[in-house]
């Protein structure tokens, strides 16, 4: 159920009897820049910390014992073109309390001072809590490179995207955290607020009346709808960008980046879904059997597509001496896929195992909250399970050789051990 509240403000209502707990969601939309992710990724952290009226950390604790144990998180992330700040309380139906039918309004009570009125003085953010968690923010940009695989995804991301926006990070980066201060914070947040779409997410076995009656007292005001779409698409080169460098490392990681002509919902997303099932994505893969139980000569290995921005990262872990091997066997797994060396009983598994994953995304409330927010932002509509299966279903042999004809090397990324030079 949907329901407009103000132009570019709009309310997605999830009504389902599966859970015992009511999720709320607002999530605040714009278009992805890297130093606004920055601003915001901090803003999304300062927001939970406290509140004007609840101005320390064991106070907001305490509230949230009121609100029988509620749970109130943030999240900011970019989602293709998009980037999207979202918190979120989650709290027990009260039709299970006995005694407090009225736990839904306290909820959205308490969310909306978390969101509308946060900490502020004299025009900025409280000084020491603004410190604070940019300093912890700070401390999580600088230990990205302690996970070494992590920090091969960010490289390889960076050149899968040379010289746009969609090089950095989701959550921004750290050089654009030094100029920020609680006043400069306090523009960000002002603007969030007043001209960023809202998304508000409501799921659990609730009245929609009631839910509609606290949304309505937020009175918010009305602003522009932004029509930019989400998927990010680039021109694909004709050579290999290839990069290596040289760390303390127990093991090696090689990383190699394809274009994909795969998008969310769009024609080649099924037939994509099988194809990585087949070639990286299970343990009956081609990378996984091939690379690392018959040939030996990957730790670990997988394959990922990206449906928002149209590429394929695959992932090994290796010794340093074997990255011009395993670079081969990886390769030759691809065209295999493109010859069509695969059997048809391993598609009918791909296919099984996708739509139990599918499924299985129903039984955590996040998740499914999470899947009816994704077909609106990517799609505009609802997608029925029966949709989504039968279009699983029907993909064809013929349908994966073609993505894997499809599938472009753009860059490699080594991160090789210091043992290799000594």
Do not use: C
């Not at 389902?16 to 714009?30: C, N």
């Amino acid at each position: 159920m949907e329901v407009k509240l103000a132009t570019g403000v709009n309310a997605f209502i999830n009504p389902t009897e599966k859970f015992k707990t009511v999720i709320i969601e607002y999530k605040f939309r714009s278009l992805y820049d890297p130093k606004k992710a920055t601003a915001r990724t901090l803003l999304r952290n300062v927001l939970i910390t406290n509140t004007k009226k609840h101005s320390t950390q064991k106070e907001m604790d305490q509230q949230m014992s009121w609100l029988y144990g509620a749970s109130l998180s943030s999240n900011s992330q970019r989602i293709g073109k998009q980037h999207i700040v979202t918190v979120s309380l989650k709290i027990v139906n009260d039709k299970f309390i006995g005694g407090d039918d009225s736990l839904l309004e306290q909820a959205f009570a308490f969310l909306n001072e978390v969101v509308f009125s946060p900490n502020i003085e004299d025009g900025q953010f409280h000084s020491s809590t603004f410190s604070r968690e940019k300093q912890n923010l700070k401390n999580q940009f600088q230990s990205l490179e302690d996970n070494k695989t992590r920090y091969a995804s960010v490289k390889l991301n960076e050149m899968l995207f040379e010289g746009t926006d969609q090089a950095y990070l989701g959550m921004g980066d750290e050089k654009f955290l030094d100029e920020m201060t609680p006043a400069s914070l306090f523009v960000d947040y002002t603007e969030m607020i007043e001209k960023n779409q809202i998304d508000i997410l409501v799921s659990g076995d609730v009245d929609s009346n009631r839910v509609k009656d606290s949304l309505e007292q937020l009175q918010l005001k009305e602003r522009e709808k932004k029509t930019e779409g989400v998927f990010v698409s680039s021109t694909t080169k004709e050579l290999v960008n290839e990069k290596e460098e040289i760390s303390v490392v127990n093991q090696a990681t090689l990383m190699l980046g394809f274009s994909s002509p795969a998008y969310y919902m769009e024609k080649e997303y099924f037939a994509s879904m099988v194809f990585n099932g087949l070639f990286g994505g299970f343990p009956h893969s081609k990378l996984f059997q091939n690379v690392r139980e018959k040939a030996s000569l990957a730790y670990s290995t997988s394959s990922f597509i990206d449906f928002l921005r149209g590429t394929m990262v695959v992932y090994t872990g290796i010794e340093s001496t074997k990255k011009q091997e395993v670079e081969e066997i990886v390769l030759k797994q691809l065209e295999d896929m493109r010859a069509g060396d695969f059997i048809d009983e391993l598609i009918v598994q791909t296919k099984d195992m996708l739509i139990n994953q599918f499924m299985q995304n129903d039984d955590h409330q996040s998740a499914s909250l999470s899947k009816v927010y994704m077909n609106r932002l990517t799609t505009g509509r609802d997608i029925k399970d029966e949709e989504w299966i039968s279009s699983l279903q029907s993909v064809t042999k013929a349908e994966i050789i073609e993505v894997a004809n499809q599938m472009k090397l753009q860059a490699t990324f080594f991160l090789k051990g210091e043992q290799v030079d000594a």
